[in-house]
């Protein structure tokens, strides 16, 4: 059998970018780091306040957010979006994380 080379290198995902309070955001790329903290995260939220949990959430978001705009902090999401536009953002960035956890194969295992 010959030699197989994947060059993961050369894998391109679609561009994932929101402008908000004025601010380009890519969130194209989301860390294996960050994604198994919102797998953690997701193991954990029944177990803590909902104020707490939608604090670690924007936490996570904004490291995500961080990687392309060093602007975006946790702070800075709070003090320069409205709820309903905040909530909306949140869920655009986990998308795709959200979209693999609920395929069926996620759910096989």
């Known amino acids: 059998m010959g030699d ?22 890519d969130v194209t790329i989301i860390p294996s780091r960050i994604a198994l903290e919102v797998a953690i995260f997701r193991d954990r939220i029944f177990r803590i306040k909902s104020e707490d949990s939608f604090s670690n959430l924007i936490s996570i978001v904004a490291k995500i957010c961080k990687l392309s705009n060093d602007m975006i902090t946790s702070e800075w999401l709070l003090d320069n979006t409205h709820i309903e536009e905040l909530n909306d953002f949140l869920t655009f960035v986990l998308e795709p994380i959200n979209k693999r956890a609920s395929a069926p194969e996620a759910k096989k295992k």
């Not at 197989?4 to 391109?12: L, N, P, Q």
């Open 4 to 25: 197989v080379i994947k060059d993961y290198d050369k894998i391109s995902y679609p561009k994932r970018i929101a402008i908000l309070g004025g601010q380009k955001i």
